[in-house]
């Protein structure tokens, strides 16, 4: 059991050794990390082995090196789940997120995720703020994924307007800075997309009034005058 262990860990050290050679042919900028990023990535994982061949050698006379190469693997995994955290981000904020993903080498298309798609977020908050800007709030689990959120601008005696893209967050807040003026109502919706591209049920809108806006279509809605 503790070879094939080790085994697998020298597997993951040297697919973080692949990525980060990988990563400085493409450009790590071109999905969205720095030369910073790759360096720091590349060298925790040179250390990661050197920690491990090391650990190997002198196994049977000291466990210090063991842990030590413990230590280094925690790390490198820990920063390998940030950056590739970090590419996926920056490729769903991306008109081609399959290609950012595929350029990365991180994506693993021949094994589905076992993860289901996400439960829909909800509205709990929305309010105008002093300066003009308007502040929501969606609930739900967002470990691992990001939150994305289209906006309706209804203005006064106008059809009610379609939903279109706002942009995507982190989590569940976010602030409006630039509602458009004039508006008799804002509606914002959400719904929370995993990296492997699965993605929850929209929610139910939040809505922020400026005056008398009577909702069409139903729905539970979250208003804010």
């Not at 969205?32 to 990535?41: C, P, V, W």
Request: glycine share 10%; with cysteine; proline share 8%.
């Amino acid at each position: 059991m503790g070879r094939r262990a080790e085994r697998k860990d020298n597997e993951f050290v040297e697919q973080c050794l692949m990525l980060a050679n990988r990563w400085l042919a493409i450009g790590p900028e071109t999905i969205g990390l720095s030369e910073a990023d790759r360096q720091a990535f590349a060298g925790m994982a040179a250390e990661a082995r050197s920690r491990a061949q090391h650990a190997l050698a002198i196994r049977s006379a000291s466990r210090s090196a063991t842990i030590s190469k413990n230590g280094s693997l925690r790390r490198l995994r820990t920063r390998f789940g940030s950056l590739t955290r970090r590419i996926e981000g920056f490729a769903m904020g991306s008109p081609n997120p399959a290609k950012i993903i595929a350029d990365s080498s991180i994506g693993r298309p021949d094994t589905p995720s076992p993860l289901p798609a996400p439960d829909k977020p909800y509205p709990i908050d929305v309010r105008l703020l002093n300066e003009g800007s308007a502040m929501v709030t969606f609930a739900g689990r967002f470990e691992g994924a990001i939150m994305e959120v289209e906006r309706a601008v209804n203005m006064p005696g106008q059809p009610y307007a379609p939903f279109e893209f706002l942009g995507n967050f982190k989590d569940g807040g976010f602030i409006d800075l630039y509602p458009p003026p004039g508006a008799a109502s804002i509606w914002y919706r959400a719904r929370i997309v995993r990296g492997s591209g699965k993605a929850s049920e929209w929610c139910y809108p939040a809505m922020l009034t400026f005056g008398r806006e009577k909702p069409a279509g139903g729905g539970e809605l979250v208003r804010a005058a």
